[in-house]
T-cell receptor, first 115, second 111 residues
Framework: DTGVSQNPRHKITKRGQNVTFRCDPISEHNRLYWYRQTLGQGPEFLTYFQNEAQLEKSRLLSDRFSAERPKGSFSTLEIQRTEQGDSAMYLC?????????????FGPGTRLLVL | AQSVTQPDIHITVSEGASLELRCNYSYGATPYLFWYVQSPGQGLQLLLKYFSGDTLVQGIKGFEAEFKRSQSSFNLRKPSVHWSDAAEYFCAVGLDDKIIFGKGTRLHILP
């Protein structure tokens, strides 16, 4: 298994444009998480899926953000009408929920810069 | 509110010296605790985790951590650091199916 992969690794865009990121989890992991990490901070939870169902969304996730996991495998995170404050590292993690607490495995992240 | 505090933003140690990174949490029940490491351009790698049982947890790369309920702490230790340990270290708490991270401690290694 190659671990969690994310594409693209870097994205530069102009304010107001839409961007989409992709995450491919570890195969057979039923949970997939998105986090955002800004400079000097730890990652902050955005949302997560169990299979194809989106179970929770953070208040950090404004209406401009949408995430999908249509077939319970890969996931996409779209940001519409990007703002400079959206500049951050977007991290994806996956886990196999088979007990009271699972271990999340993280991908390398997508670094977004909004000009 | 539940939180994780890493009081040291930066720590510098000499190669071969011992290391202790501090972590305190605020959480009502027995927490699930993690330490992750992040190297430049890399994702977060799990060093170790505590769910229950023995309060001294062994991890990868020679790291260990000790859960102390009375002090609400989960400090990370290593007896002898290597230059390759230079990175950012995050303590985290598992809560309601998600992870709450501290702000991280950046470790610098002197040759």
């Amino acid at each position: 298994d190659t671990g969690v992969s994310q594409n693209p690794r870097h994205k530069i865009t102009k304010r107001g444009q839409n961007v989409t990121f992709r995450c491919d989890p570890i195969s057979e992991h039923n949970r997939l998480y998105w986090y955002r990490q800004t400079l000097g901070q730890g990652p902050e939870f955005l949302t997560y899926f169990q299979n194809e169902a989106q179970l929770e969304k953070s208040r950090l996730l404004s209406d401009r953000f949408s995430a999908e996991r249509p077939k319970g495998s890969f996931s996409t995170l779209e940001i519409q009408r990007t703002e400079q404050g959206d500049s951050a590292m977007y991290l994806c993690a996956s886990s196999l929920m088979d007990g009271p607490q699972e271990t999340q495995y993280f991908g390398p992240g997508t670094r977004l810069l909004v000009l | 509110a539940q939180s994780v505090t890493q009081p040291d933003i930066h720590i510098t140690v000499s190669e071969g010296a011992s290391l202790e990174l501090r972590c305190n949490y605020s959480y009502g029940a027995t927490p699930y605790l993690f330490w992750y490491v992040q190297s430049p351009g890399q994702g977060l790698q799990l060093l170790l985790k505590y769910f229950s049982g023995d309060t001294l947890v062994q991890g990868i790369k020679g790291f260990e951590a000790e859960f102390k309920r009375s002090q609400s702490s989960f400090n990370l230790r290593k007896p002898s650091v290597h230059w390759s340990d230079a990175a950012e270290y995050f303590c985290a708490v598992g809560l309601d199916d998600k992870i709450i991270f501290g702000k991280g401690t950046r470790l610098h290694i002197l040759p």
